[in-house]
C-alpha cells in the first residue's frame, strides 16, 4: 500500500465493500488512518450513493424491538426472485429505542434510556454520541447535514397543549360518544448541533406538521408536509421555513399522502378517495413550481402476505378501498423500480413500465413482518470526519 501513489489508493479502497474496509482498519496503524481520512470517506460514500439503496430494519411490535437489521436487495437470474437479504447488525446499549432517520450512513436513534434520550450511531463502525438531554416536550424530529459548517443538526418541533380538551357528544344507543374534540396548541422549534452541549428554542411556529415514516432531507433542507396540506422546508444553514411550491393537483380533491425523496428529487405521493390509483409527482427542478410533473401512477396491488386479510371482504368494504393508505413509497431503484412497502409488512417492487409487481421475499426467521423500513446508504462517516 505505501508503494502506490495515494490517488491510486484511494481509487482501489473506495471501490471495497464497506465490511471490507472496516475490517481493514485493524491491520496497523497506518491503515487505520489512511481508512479514516476525510478524502477516502467522501470517495466511497460518492460511490454508495450511485449504487442502490440499502435499508434499515427495525422491529416494531415485538419483544425484541431494540433490533436492527442491515438489508439489501439481491435478485436471482434464474428465477427472477428478488430477496432482502438482512444481517443483524450490532447496536449500543440501549433498553429500548426508536429507528427516526439516516443521513449519510448515520442513524438518530431515539432512546427511552434513564441517562439519555437521542444518540447518533454509525452500525458499521460502531461508533456513537449521546445527544444532550431535552427540556422541552418531545415532538417531530428531522436529522440532517449542514453544508455550509459541515455540522450535523437535529430539529425538533415539538407540541405542547395550552387548553383543555373538549368534547363535544351526542346519545347513541349504547351511551355517549364523543363526536367532536377541540384544543389549542403552542408550537416550538429546537435546533442543536451536534458538536454543542445545548438546545437552541428558535421560537414558535404556527403550523403542525404530520409525522412522516421516512425522513426528507433535498438540498441542504428538511421537509414536512403540514397539516393544511402545505409542503414546508427547513434550511439547516439558516434555520429558517419556508413554503415549497405545490403540485398542481392541489387545486383538485387530492391531497399529499407522503412526501418522499427519489433519487435526489423531492417527490409528493398523492391520492383520493374515489380513485384506487396512487400518484407520485417529482419535481425535477428544486423549488420550481412548474417542474411538477406526474411520473408514476401504481394500481391496486394486494401483497401475498396481505391477501388472507381480504378473502372475507367484498369490493365494497371500504377497508378495502383504504388500503392505498398503507403503503409507503421507500426509493425508486437504479432499474427503474420502485420499492413499496404495505401496511409495514410487505416489500413489494413495482414495475411503472410493465405496472407488474413483485413481491420481495425476506428469508430470515427472525425477523417477523411487522417492519419500519429506512432507507440508509452506508458509509465510513462519523461526527468528526
Known amino acids: 500500500m505505501d508503494r502506490l501513489p495515494q490517488e491510486v489508493a484511494l481509487e482501489i479502497l473506495s471501490r471495497l465493500p464497506l465490511l471490507s474496509l472496516v475490517q481493514s482498519k485493524s491491520v496497523c496503524r497506518a491503515w487505520r488512518t489512511f481508512i479514516q481520512d476525510q478524502l477516502l470517506v467522501n470517495k466511497h460514500f460518492k460511490h454508495m450513493v450511485e449504487n442502490d439503496p440499502s435499508f434499515i430494519l427495525q ?16 435478485s436471482d437470474p ?8 438482512a444481517k443483524k447488525l450490532t447496536i449500543p446499549a440501549l ?13 438518530l436513534l431515539s432512546a427511552t434510556h434513564p441517562s439519555f434520550e437521542l444518540c447518533i450511531y454509525n452500525p458499521f ?6 445527544l444532550p438531554k431535552r427540556s422541552h416536550h418531545a415532538g417531530v424530529l428531522g436529522f440532517g447535514f449542514d453544508p455550509t459548517t459541515k455540522k450535523y443538526k437535529v430539529v425538533e418541533i415539538s407540541y405542547k397543549r395550552t387548553t383543555h380538551l373538549y368534547f363535544r357528544r351526542r346519545v347513541v344507543r349504547f351511551g355517549m360518544r364523543p363526536t367532536s374534540q377541540t384544543a389549542a396548541y403552542s408550537v416550538e422549534v429546537h435546533i442543536l448541533t451536534v458538536s454543542s452541549n445545548t438546545w437552541r428554542n428558535l421560537g414558535s411556529f404556527p403550523f403542525r406538521f404530520v409525522l412522516q415514516k421516512s425522513q426528507v432531507l433535498v438540498n441542504g433542507k428538511l421537509h414536512w408536509r403540514a397539516t393544511t396540506n402545505l409542503i414546508m422546508s427547513f434550511d439547516l444553514a439558516t434555520e429558517q421555513f419556508k413554503e415549497v411550491p405545490r403540485p398542481d393537483f392541489i387545486a383538485s380533491n387530492r391531497r399529499i399522502h407522503e412526501l418522499v425523496v427519489l433519487r435526489g428529487c423531492l417527490s409528493a405521493v398523492s391520492f383520493n378517495d374515489d380513485d384506487e390509483e396512487l400518484e407520485i ?10 417542474s411538477w410533473v406526474k411520473q408514476f401512477s401504481i394500481g391496486a396491488y394486494v401483497p401475498k402476505i396481505l391477501q388472507p386479510n381480504y378473502q372475507c371482504h367484498s369490493s365494497n368494504d371500504p377497508r378495502f378501498h383504504s388500503r392505498k393508505k398503507w403503503i409507503q413509497v421507500l426509493c ?6 420502485l420499492l413499496l412497502q404495505y401496511r409495514n409488512k410487505a416489500l413489494v417492487v413495482y414495475d411503472p413500465h410493465c405496472r407488474t409487481f413483485q413481491d420481495v421475499q425476506v428469508p430470515c426467521e427472525e425477523i417477523p413482518r411487522c417492519l419500519r423500513t429506512v432507507v440508509h446508504v452506508a458509509s465510513l462517516n462519523w461526527i468528526g470526519t
Open 59 to 74: 422491529i416494531m411490535g415485538h419483544c425484541i424491538q431494540n433490533q436492527l437489521y442491515f438489508g439489501d436487495l439481491s
Open 78 to 85: 434464474n428465477d427472477e426472485n428478488v430477496m432482502m437479504i
Open 95 to 107: 433498553l429500548s429505542f426508536h429507528l427516526v432517520s439516516s443521513c449519510n450512513g448515520l442513524l
Open 125 to 130: 463502525t460502531r461508533d456513537y454520541v449521546e
Open 281 to 290: 409527482w417529482v419535481m425535477k427542478e428544486y423549488d420550481v413550481k412548474e
Open 332 to 337: 425508486l431503484l437504479k432499474n427503474g423500480g
